[in-house]
């Protein structure tokens, strides 16, 4: 009996094929019952799509799936839950103007056809997330909800349908260091309550303390297996992109010179104190890395969306070489080399139904040679649509694709490659390697101090501590809306600098 | 010319009655649009209704005969923009459109076949339309008598079915449901919701109650039908649906509203010296100036008019 249950899940030889790229070449992975088991891989390698075609969403073109050592057919989402499995997707499935409750419940609503109990539904969420410590209020709409909330929602949602065995796609890609460290905590529980956990992630780190087993996937196939005990980050980098991958970032000392970006009291009034901005300066010299710490919805991202163009100050002026460029558009302001690289790809970056040729010329479509007067000029849009390809590793390489088609951290490749390939002055970037591959992380972290090297002025935000540390030459902090201080980034300490970002000195 | 010759309880209780036929388009076009799919195939619906309980009523001298079958016209030319739209995923508009043109000519065609005449079916004999229905207690009150008794019985399906729509939205799982595959359907899908089928449920709902709003056209406010007997008032339904934020009771108020619009243009008619054709413009003139003004602060579901398609 016990022999029989060691296997919670067992996918042998699954094969599914995306138009012409194949996502999985026949994998077999097997997670034992009650444990954690890492899935690792670079962009691309194909296991959200696993683990979708073990959740039923998307329908497998051979192969076969065991959950607790039985063959079963799932055909739907409805089949997988009905079988114990629960999902927690890359992006998130909630119904935004919804209720938590209606969206726990949704398909599996206690009461009559003629009427949902929602007492008992607000009873069972409430003991639900008592019992998991997943703290969150029951009526409390979507959209209000912070993102980590939101994974709670979502992994409420699976534990409400009874999951046994939950899947999570790159949860913790999102959640501040804070969210993260919650998130292994209930993570953990969740395992010593004999639940079985698969987990998608890039940080190897989080790979090494979580998890008891990992697979490593590449280019759709499955080629690694390993006991966490026995596993290295170095090794685990190795297996993943198929050569040595520098983990750490290598850089000389910067050479800063003339000043591009100045930003002189710039002010940002909101309703609320996230999202407002308060007598921010600085200066970004050419070939210096700027970077800005602090916890994610302390004005950053207003900032850097102001000195881009796409949303207007309160007052304060910003000047690129001298130059006030507080009344230019964003199509200007990156015509004077200003390059951009936003936070949220999918709103600010892409145009997810559009193909990679046009994407790739988002902010210079007007200029010359990539547009005539009134034309644009297909070929050589397209010609220069595939070298970035090529150059930047965009995978798969076909421009004819929409960017919809690509895995998220592809698209990353294409928007920095597009940003990066207009020459810029002053580079703005934020959360750069959100939800990227190693491989790609030490591609995208080379560039940025090649550029930096060659002269350009770089503005970083990133939610990753050690990211700003490893990459900036300077680093401010920023908390509420203000700059509170500067930091050396080589002698700094994370108690120190963790303990400005959270308004505890200034 | 005296004011209280238009503003009185009449004009209300005629109020009631216009907008009968709206609240039940409106309500149709909210289970649809809810679900994610545009219905701008409401007046093609509620033509086919109209033309489909006068011809059946014509021949059966049963107007419920006539009602019912309404309504399963109504179903079926809903059946085809669900067909069109959900299962071969072709785009809302253009299917919605082709309907509504399709309809402004099959009555034609069809009333020619049966009735020899194009223009119209046979007028029909008063007690061969639907009877006025007296609510006991109510029709001894005063005020209340007037403007709610003594009307056809499709006035009180209109009204009960506003909270009745309230109720199924928000308190039943296919509301909950509908709501979700309309804002999100990836979502709903991977709960475990069809998305397809809350969907066709949406649409083939929005069929049944346009086509019973046409028949109150054709059977009980009148007795026959006349070619585009419906005169734009899908369109106006899908105004009011949108202007009532795609909330039963929003959308209904709004109806109200058109319906009083409509009521004043018809009490004008010979009672002021403007000519006619400008008065009847009232009701289409409001539904833009609303729309216009309005119409960038509604939301509406997030997926709307978007074919759910899972793997591209
Ligand atoms: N719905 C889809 N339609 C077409 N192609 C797809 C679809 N989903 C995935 N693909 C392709 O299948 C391959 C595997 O994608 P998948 O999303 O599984 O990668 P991943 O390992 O999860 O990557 P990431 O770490 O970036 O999330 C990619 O080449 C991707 O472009
Ligand atoms: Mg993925």
Known sequence: ?506 | MDITDILNLSLLASMVRLSTPLVLAALGGMYSERGGVINIALEGIMLAGAFTAAAVTARTANPWIGLVSAAIAGLLVAAIHAVATIQFKADQVVVGTAINILFLGVPALASGAMFGSTGSTPQLPREQTLPDWNIPGIDSIPILSQLFSGHKPIVYLAILMVPASWYVLYRTRFGLRLRAVGENPEAADTAGVSVARMRYAGVLMSGVLAGIGGAYLSIGQNSLFTRNMTAGRGFIALAALIFGKWHPVGASLACLLFGLAEAISIRMQGVVSIPVQFIQLIPYVLTMVVLAGFIGRATPPKAIGVPYVKEK
Do not use: C, W
């Open chain 1, 1 to 506: 009996m016990a022999e029989d249950l060691k296997y919670a899940v067992e996918m042998r030889g699954v094969t599914k094929r995306f138009g012409d790229v194949l996502a999985n070449d026949s994998i077999s992975l097997a997670v034992e019952s009650g444990s954690i088991h890492a899935i690792i891989g670079e962009n691309g390698a194909g296991k959200s799509t696993a683990m979708n075609i073990l959740y039923g969403f998307y329908a497998a073109d051979s192969g076969e799936i065991l959950i607790d050592g039985q063959a079963r057919s799932i055909q739907n989402p409805g089949d997988a839950i009905r079988l114990g499995l629960g999902m927690v997707h890359q992006h998130f499935m909630l119904v935004e103007p919804l209720t938590v409750t209606e969206n726990i419940i949704l398909g599996s609503e206690p009461g009559s056809s003629f009427a949902i109990d929602f007492k008992q539904a607000r009873a069972r969420v409430r003991e639900l997330s008592e019992q998991y410590g997943l703290r969150i209020d029951a009526d409390a709409r979507i959209e209000d909800l912070s993102v980590g909330q939101q994974q709670r929602v979502e992994i409420l949602k699976t534990l409400y349908r009874g999951a046994q065995i939950l899947i999570l796609d790159e949860p913790t890609a999102v959640l501040t260091p804070q969210e993260v460290v919650e998130m292994f905590a209930i993570l953990r529980s969740l395992r010593d309550r004999g639940k079985t956990i698969i987990i998608i992630t890039h940080k190897l780190a989080e790979v090494l303390a979580l998890s008891d087993r990992i697979t490593v996937m590449r280019d759709g196939r499955v080629v690694g297996n390993i006991s966490t005990r026995e596993a290295t980050a170095e090794g685990l980098a190795r297996l993943m992109v198929g050569r040595e991958v520098l983990l750490r970032v290598e850089k000389t000392d910067a050479h800063p010179k003339d000043a591009i970006l100045v930003v002189n009291n710039l002010s940002l009034e909101s309703s609320t104190v996230h999202g407002s901005l308060n007598d921010v300066s600085l200066e970004v010299r050419a070939g210096e890395i700027l970077g800005i710490a602090g916890v994610e919805g302390n004005g950053q991202t207003e900032l850097i969306e102001i000195i881009a163009g796409l949303r207007p100050q309160t007052r304060g002026e910003i000047l690129l070489e001298g130059k006030s460029i507080d009344r230019l558009d964003p199509r200007r302001r990156k015509n004077l080399g200003i390059a951009h690289i936003p936070e949220d790809r999918h709103r600010r970056g892409l145009l997810l139904d559009f193909d990679l040729a046009a994407n790739s010329i988002l902010g210079v479509h007007r200029n010359s040679p990539l547009s005539g007067a009134v034309l644009l000029n297909e070929q050589i849009i397209a010609e220069r649509a595939n070298r970035l390809v090529r150059e930047y590793d965009v995978r798969p390489p076909n421009i004819a694709l929409p960017a919809r088609a690509l895995s998220g951290g592809n698209q990353q490749k294409l928007i920095v490659a597009r940003e990066f390939d207009i020459n810029p002055k002053l580079i703005l970037v934020s959360q750069p390697t959100r939800g990227v591959d190693i491989g790609a992380i030490e591609f995208i972290h080379k560039k940025l101090i090649e550029l930096r090297d060659a002269g350009a002025a770089i503005l970083l935000v990133s939610a990753e501590l050690d990211e700003i540390l490893s990459l900036s030459d300077r680093v401010l902090v920023m908390y509420e809306g203000r700059v509170v201080g500067e930091v050396d980034p080589r002698s700094v300490s994370e108690e120190e600098i963790g303990l400005m970002m959270t308004g505890g000195k200034r």
